[in-house]
């Protein structure tokens, strides 16, 4: 698959959204007290504290694949790198099992927030140092630096959401961020969700991290047949 060349200006401020993104979620985190750990998340079968540990596998993940560069064109872009499930995760899949042992593992939470932190500084450095018009491989597939980058928009946007859904005293994600991620997930869902929806919302009934209320499904029309959109 060859896809087309995207402006430098475009990677630029994804790559800015990126860092914002970033930095928001990471404050977020460091902000909470130590019995928030113990909160749910938004995410199935998952604590604040295990949600938590799985962002330091994102960063890892983030800190390898800058290291991982490719020389052959890109197979995917930041909407096409998506796949759509089709079942939300249960929290019982082995890997979903293995962070929650993982973050008990961590006992009191300010060892969770200093490795979160440690890592977390280093990928945000890494991916500002980065050539956004770079080429890596993750996954079997090879992107730009700009658009994986612009993938982990929407992963710490959703994310964000995810820490904070028990939490109603917590810092939402930026503006820009939900707008951009709201883009993102009408792209790779090729829909539109109505005017009316705010970004937070689109993205929270759009994925499946709460069910749409009777007038919004009612407003989502067709489109409310095809909920959730089960990012992975």
Do not use: N
């Not at 890596?136 to 994310?159: A, F, K, Q």
């Not at 109603?168 to 005017?195: T, V």
């Amino acid at each position: 698959m060859r896809l087309s060349a995207v402006p430098a200006a475009h990677y630029l401020a994804d790559v800015d959204l990126f860092s914002c993104s970033w930095t928001a979620l990471r404050t977020a985190v460091a902000e909470l007290p130590d019995r928030d750990f113990a909160q749910p998340s938004g995410c199935a079968g998952w604590l604040v504290r295990d949600l938590v540990c799985h962002l330091i596998i994102d960063a890892q993940d983030v800190l390898i694949t800058l290291v991982t560069p490719a020389d052959t064109e890109p197979t995917v872009d930041a909407v096409t790198y998506w796949s759509v499930e089709d079942h939300p995760p249960t929290g019982e899949d082995p890997l979903d099992a293995l962070i929650v042992r993982l973050a008990a593992a961590y006992q009191e939470p300010r060892l969770l927030t200093f490795h979160f932190d440690d890592l977390g500084s280093a990928a945000g450095r890494a991916a500002g140092l980065a050539d956004p018009g770079g080429r890596v491989s993750t996954r079997d597939e090879v992107l730009t630096v700009g658009d994986y980058l612009t993938v982990y928009v929407l992963e710490w946007t959703l994310h964000h959401l995810d820490l904070i859904a028990h939490l109603p005293d917590a810092a939402q994600p930026p503006a820009e961020c939900l707008a951009r991620s709201r883009a993102m997930l009408e792209d790779i869902a090729d829909a539109a969700f109505p005017a009316s929806f705010t970004d937070k919302d689109a993205l929270l009934v759009g994925t499946g991290r709460r069910a749409p209320t009777d007038a919004e499904r009612a407003e989502l029309g067709e489109l409310a047949a095809r909920l959730p959109f089960v990012l992975g």
